[in-house]
Structure formats: structure tokens, C-alpha cells
């Protein structure tokens, strides 16, 4: 929240547009883009190159894998994506043109795919698939019967075909990509998308094709490394199933599925079955199986026992947070586990900022009330004065010559009766030379200042006491900040997580390729909705913040911002942690304008405005008994004490008598007081409550109409428990309100009964806070015709709609 002496128009806006991205940003974002395009490219490259044939002495097949894949990429809706897709499925389709049975009708149909989703694509998904299928089909009939010359039968028969094959394994693919989609978020994924899964990954390794390195296949060490590694991470049941769907992959496109299947499979299930036992004996189970299969088959041979040695060096190298991965993404238990130990995480950080805010303001009250003594000293000056009052009160009011004494010799009187006065309190009973000479009532002098000076003491020790509680009051306080930790186990959590919402978060920014390390979402008290996510602070994160809360927007169908408190960097792990929420419906300014009681520097008045960390707007205005900076003194722990306090969250009954407590224990023995004049504004819904303590009235000026806001509670200080009155309003975008100390209404009090000066000027005039408290101000100057009898405080605030 803002101090008061931040003042109209030098607010920071966070959210102030970037003319140009830096070099820095820019690079981030094409390298992301580049990446997934390029993945989307490597993938249509693989899927067009897959070759399924169609039997054992005929080396020409069929490849609907790629045609499968770029229409479940071109449903997505996104017109890039689409293009590239197309391009990687076409180079693929060429690489493999020769081993296809009508490989030009597949480049000719992928080609017709591209321009109908690319330009003239309708906006319904299920009308996108139909114009797929069916562009499959004429494509297919037309090159059988013009190139191929098949008959009319014939011709409807096979394109037929080949658009029922392309059906199922388009479902397939898009399922298997919807699937994707959920990795890296609190999704649990079910056994058939587990499959789907797998079944895209052993695609992509069979459209590696018969590429070799030295000699040794290239496609089958990366099956047998991915079959050893989701056996090791997943057991027996996911061995067995990737390891029997690599054998059906691979074994279509070599023509031998019998061998590849046993051999992939019954691989991938003993690895699954030792992978309690290690690393180590999972990769040793593996190859004793993967021997015995190729001795028992006849299979064996120098090439397969390098490339199985090949992919077990290959497994071992994988990093272990990758096995972390997989394993927390396909095992049900390892995901619910994790996830709780991310939101217990989660928990405990907000517990932190819980902690640290009652700690805060119990510091705050501590302080308090340790300060004490310096509102004494500003009495030490006075005190003398008073004892020397005192004794000549008692001692000269009734005598025949104290017009000699006080007037003529005024200096030297005072003087001598402060010897006397310390004489007394040093223990010896001596009267000044002068005053035993002059005095003619010596006897009744020294009786009279030895008993001011026995009731000083008295009183002093008095206070003394009093200070001493204070000070051990304060200690306590400061010891409890220490043992805030012990009541975390009772502390009430005032939010519920919101798991849903942190799903689909995860969605988006994977799908946006925006790297985060965690995500937190919660429904405050108040029902509003609020997200943590920690990104890595580097030199692009102001633009990825940027960049997350306008997604985040479009996908929660709401405006969102950042928090008022911006985001927080972890220095540890260098991390940005940045906190979003829904943004208001309006906004506030406002400005302070004081002046001091004549012949004072220092004004006895306080006050602070600004957004609070709960989405409303607090304006706080205390005046202090009299003025100057005593008075300034009492104010200002009045105002630091209830925003501490209704920043932590506590209500206002609470807060009012807490600092009621709190100052009455603070005010000196002297009868001293200070008011509260507080007005807290919901900016979601507009709606205001006011509580005064003691203080003037406060104002609503709407156009030419003004409404007084007024209350007749005492102030702090002076009464043990406060009955607090909140009153209720609700503002309107336009609205003004005004808060006054009584020093602005005091000029006019022969017209208080019949209304303030200030509601009848307020209906006149219209400007802006700043212009409008300061020709307020300027107003009561000159009706108090330049004679300041007290201290001068008016805080003026709209409310504007934000946009």
C-alpha cells in the first residue's frame, strides 16, 4: 500500500505497453517456435516414411500414416502448424515414393489436404474431417482410374480402402496428440491413452525406416532403448505392452511381425519384471533375453548383439530426472504422490506469507509500544516548569509581596524556587540564599516543596512502573512473532485449491511452448481466483509474464493481472515467482493535500491510501490530539497499526479494537487522544464501507449531489472497548470521495448543526483529487481568514472504470 507522501500522478504502471521487444525476448520466442516447428516437421517426415506391406514377396505397400497425421495436426487450427506438417508428410511420402503402390496419389492428396486447410478450411472440426476423408477418397478413385486405368469396381474399391485404413489411425494420432497435450500437468492419463501414446512413439521409430549407421540398424537400436526404458520406468504390464507394440510396428514395415513381436515383447516384459532390482540387473535381464530369443530362433549374429549392447549403453545414459518423468506421467500412484507433495509445497508457502504477515504486525505493535518513552521526552521541557508552577501556587497566591517577587524579579524568583525544587530531590533541605532573604514565608515554602516534590516522586515511580509493564508488554509481543511457527498445524487455510483450473493452465502454456517449474491455483475468501506460477528469472521473463497473463485471460474468459506486489524472485534458485489474479472492475486515485496549525513546522495529522493486497482500495486518515510532532507521533501509529492490521486480514470490529487497545496503553498519563477516519472500497463490485473513530464527516460528491458520511464514536483512547459502526455505501465510477480532519470543518463551526461549509462548496465545483483537494484547502484558508487553529487534512479519491 502507498505512503502518504506518494501523491497523484507519480503511480507506476506495471502494464505500460513495450514500444519494442528486446533482442533477447525476441530470440526466446523464435527459438521456441523454431523448436516446435521443427518437431512438427521431423514427426510428418517419420510418419510419411512409414511402409506398411501389404505381404511377404512384395515389397511395395501402402503409407495412411501420414496422410492419418497431418489431418489430425490440420484440425487443430492452426494454419503454421498445418503447413509444416504438410511439408515434413510430403518429404517423407518422397523418400519412400518408389517403395509405394500409387506413391504420386498420396503427394497429390497430401497436396489437396494442405491447400483445403490452409485456405479454404470451414471453422466446424467435424466438417474439417469429412472434407479430409473425402478428398482421400476422390484423390485415390481419380489417380486409380485415369494413371492406374483400374476399372470402375476396382477403383471405388481401393480408394475405399485406403480411406477406411486412414480412419481409425487418424483417431489414433489425434488421440494420441490430444494426449500429449497433458503431459506436465495434474492429469491422470487412462490406460488407453497410455496405449495411444505408445502406439505414436513406435511410429515414429518405425518411420526411421531401414537408415543405417556402419552397417547396423538405426530404428531398431531406438526401439530396443525405448522399449527398455518404459519397461524399466513402468514394470511388467507396460513392458509387454510397448514392447508388443513396437514388435506389430516394425514387424509391418519389415514383413517378419511374428519374430518382432516375440522378440520386442517378451523383451520388454522380463526387463519390466526386474525393474525393482536396479538399473543394472534390468539391463542384464534384458540382454540374457534378448540373446536367448535370437539363439532360439536362429536370429543370432555380430549386428544384433552390437545393437543390443548399443541401445543398453544408450538406456544407461539416460538421465535419471527423465526416468522421473515418464514414471510420474504413466504411474497413477507416483502422479497423486507427486502432486501432493506439490501442493503440500504449496501450502507451506502460503502458510510462509500468512506467518509473515501477523509478524509483521505484531513487530508493529511492539514497536509501539517501545517507543513510549519518546513521546515522554517531549514532556521533560514542561515538567520543571509545571513543579515550579505548582509551588508558587501553593506558596505565594495569598502573600502581600508577590507582585515583587514574581514581577519585578521574575528571573531570579524562578530561579531560586528550581535550587530549591532540586535540592529537595538530591536530599538536601537547603533554601537559596535569595529567597531566605526575601521570602517571608520560608516555613510554608519548604513544606510546600518538599510535598510537590514527594508527590513528583510518587507519580514518577508511578510511571515508572507503568513504562516497566509497557516494556515487558512488548517484550512478549516480540517473543510471540518467534514462536508463530508452532500454530501451523492450527492455522485455517482461508483458500481452496483449485486443481481444474491448474490442469488447464499447464495445458495452455505447454501448448504455447512457455517453459514454468510449478503452478499453484486457489479461490481466496473472497471467491476471486488466484494463480502462483514460477517461471526462471532470465532476460525474457518480463515478457513471458506478459505473454501468460494475456493466455491466461483468453482461456479463463476474464480479465486477469498481475498482483500489486509484482512477483517475487527466489535467490536460491533464481527463480520469478508472479502472482495473477482477476482484475478489478475499477481503480482508484487519490491525493493529499496539509497544512499545519499556525506557528507549526510539523502537522499532527497522518493518513495513507492505496490498494490493498485483497482487491479494495483503503484510504486511512488519523488527526492527533493537538498538534505538532507529538500529536504527529499518536496519529501515525494510528495509521500504521490498522493498515498493518487490515492488510493481514483481519476485520474491522477486530482491527478498531485492537488499536483502541493497543494506544490506550501507548497514551501517556496527560489525557490524550486520536481519531480514525477509514474508508476501505471493493474494487470488483464497488462497494464501500466507512468507519469513524472520533473523526469529521466524510463526503460523496455524484455530479452535483453530495451525501455525508458521518458517525459519532468516541476517539481512541478514551474508552475501554469501541463499539464499532461501519457504515455502508456503494460507489459508482465518477464518485468522489472527500476525508477532512476537523480542522477543515472547525472554521465554520457556528453552522454545524446546520450543515458544513464544504458540502455546500463541494456541489459547485468539479476537478480532478489533486485539483480538488487543494482548492479545498485553499478554501478553508481563506475562510479562516489566514489564522490556522489547527491542523488542515483533506484526502480526495475517484473512482475510475478500468478498461
Known sequence: MRRADVQYGLEVNKYEEVGQLSNVKRKALMKTSIVKLVTILIIGILFGRINLLLNQSDNSGIAPIGISYLIAVATKENKRNSLIASIGVFVGYLTINNSLTDGWAYLITVTLITIYYVLIAPSKKRKKELAGFIIILISFFIYGFVVDRYELGLGITLCLLQTLIVMPIYYVIKYSLNSFEEINTNYFFSSEEIVSIGIFLCLLITGIGNINLFNYSIRNICALTLVL??????????????????????????NDMMYSVAFFGVGGLVV?????????????????????????????????????????????????????????????????????????NSIKEEFTFKLKELTSVLATVSKCLSNVNENENLLIKSKGSALVENLADRSCSNCENKHLCWERNFHQTFNSFQQLIRSYEEGKIEIPIDLEKRCVKNFTLLRSAEGIVNNYNVNEAIKSRLAEGKNILSTHISNITSTLENLLNDFKREVTIDVELERVIKRVLNSNSICYNNIFCYIDKNGRVKIRIS?????????YEKKITSLLSDTMRMQVCVGDDGYNIN???????????????????????????KGEKQTGDNYSFGKTTNGSYMTILSDGMGSGPEAGEESKATVDLVERLIEAGFN????????????GMRFAEDEKYATLDL??????????????????????????????????????????????????????????????????????????GKGTWIEEYLKSINADPRELSEKILKEAKILSKGNIKDDMTVIASKVYLDS
Open 229 to 254: 526404458t518404459i519397461a524399466y520406468v513402468g514394470g511388467a504390464t507396460y513392458g509387454a505392452m510397448i514392447g508388443v507394440l513396437m514388435g506389430i510396428m516394425v514387424g509391418v514395415a519389415s
Open 272 to 344: 519390466g519384471v526386474f525393474k525393482d532390482t536396479g538399473k543394472i540387473f534390468s539391463m542384464l535381464s534384458g540382454i540374457i533375453i534378448y540373446f536367448a530369443l535370437a539363439l532360439y530362433s536362429n536370429a543370432l549374429t555380430l549386428k544384433l548383439g552390437i545393437e543390443v549392447l548399443t541401445s543398453c549403453v544408450l538406456f544407461l545414459c539416460i538421465p535419471r530426472p527423465v526416468y522421473k518423468s515418464i514414471e510420474i506421467e504413466i504411474n497413477p500412484d507416483r502422479k497423486k504422490t507427486y502432486l501432493g507433495e506439490v501442493q503440500l
Open 535 to 543: 517461471i526462471n528469472n532470465h532476460d525474457g521473463a518480463d515478457y
Open 571 to 597: 535467490v536460491k534458485t533464481n527463480e520469478r515467482i508472479i502472482t495473477i489474479e482477476e482484475k478489478p472492475k475499477y481503480y482508484m486515485v487519490s491525493y493529499g493535500a496539509t497544512e499545519p496549525k
Open 652 to 663: 474491522e470490529d477486530i482491527t478498531i479494537n485492537t488499536v483502541n487497545s493497543i494506544m
Open 679 to 752: 474508508s476501505k472500497i471493493n474494487l470488483y463490485d464497488g462497494n464501500a464501507i466507512f468507519v469513524k473513530i472520533g473523526a469529521a464527516p466524510s463526503f460523496i460528491k455524484r455530479g452535483r449531489d453530495v451525501k455525508v458520511i458521518n458517525s459519532k464514536n468516541l476517539p481512541f483512547g478514551l474508552v475501554d472497548e469501541v463499539d464499532v459502526e461501519i457504515i455502508k455505501e456503494v460507489l459508482k465510477p465518477g464518485d468522489i470521495l472527500i476525508n477532512v480532519s476537523d480542522g477543515i470543518l472547525d472554521i465554520d463551526k457556528l453552522n454545524l
